[in-house]
């Protein structure tokens, strides 16, 4: 039987001690996109690293993903997600294991401690998802977040409908990671300054596939800044 993890809750607060806990410094915080229209993407603070998408498991969801999927990329770091439940903490490694050298780890650090072992061009995707089962220290670190946030903790046997994945700017492309494709899903060119446009539009029509009736999709941004959460 696979193992099976408690689903986190979409929830910036419980991120943020989360990954603050495993070593991303205090001045990188996980925050809130209340909407994909251009006036409001602009107030989000920057530097961003990156974007974790949560959207809802559907037939529509899980047709073929738009972009161009990749077998592998030299340029990405890029994992599969073997765990039940553990997408959260698979798109936030991604998250974070693309942007090591802007985020800067804490030395000693149990995350860069797992990416040190983790990032070398020969370990394959397979292997990281086999790293992060197998770390006791990430896996004890997702249960004390699981049951956090403001609604009633899951119970282990749970199947979550909601699905997160990871999108980032990296040599000079848009990126979506999903621990469920086969490798890394590629978007076409993009920059740091037109990252999170370019990124709204990859995300507005995974949404439209969805239908105008759902509604439950949510965004959280890697930023730099002070967390309100602290």
Request: aromatic content about 8%; hydrophobic content about 35%.
């Amino acid at each position: 039987m696979a193992m099976q993890w408690i689903p986190l809750e979409s929830n910036p607060e419980v991120l943020n001690k989360y990954a603050h806990n495993l070593g991303l410094p205090s001045n990188w915080n996980f925050i809130d996109v209340f909407s994909l229209d251009s006036d409001v993407l602009a107030m989000v603070p920057q530097p961003v690293a990156g974007l974790v998408f949560i959207y809802p498991i559907t037939p529509e969801s899980e047709a073929e993903p738009f972009g161009e999927q990749l077998e592998k990329s030299d340029d990405v770091y890029f994992m599969k997600q073997t765990v039940s439940n553990a997408c959260g903490t698979v798109a936030m490694l991604h998250t974070i294991g693309n942007n090591l050298e802007k985020l800067k780890l804490k030395e000693g650090s149990s995350l860069l401690n797992f990416f040190n072992k983790s990032s070398d061009a020969s370990c394959t995707p397979e292997t990281r998802a086999k790293l992060m089962a197998e770390d006791e220290t990430l896996t004890s670190a997702h249960e004390e977040a699981a049951g956090e946030g403001q609604t009633e903790t899951p119970s282990r046997d749970t199947c979550t409908n909601l699905h997160f994945v990871a999108l980032l700017h990296r040599s000079g492309r848009l990126w979506e990671m999903d621990g469920r494709r086969n490798g890394p899903i590629c978007h076409g060119a993009t920059s740091e300054d037109q990252f999170l446009l370019d990124s709204a539009k990859v995300m507005q029509k995974y949404i439209d596939r969805q239908g105008k009736d759902d509604v439950h999709f949510s965004v959280i941004a890697l930023s730099e800044g002070e967390s309100m959460f602290s």
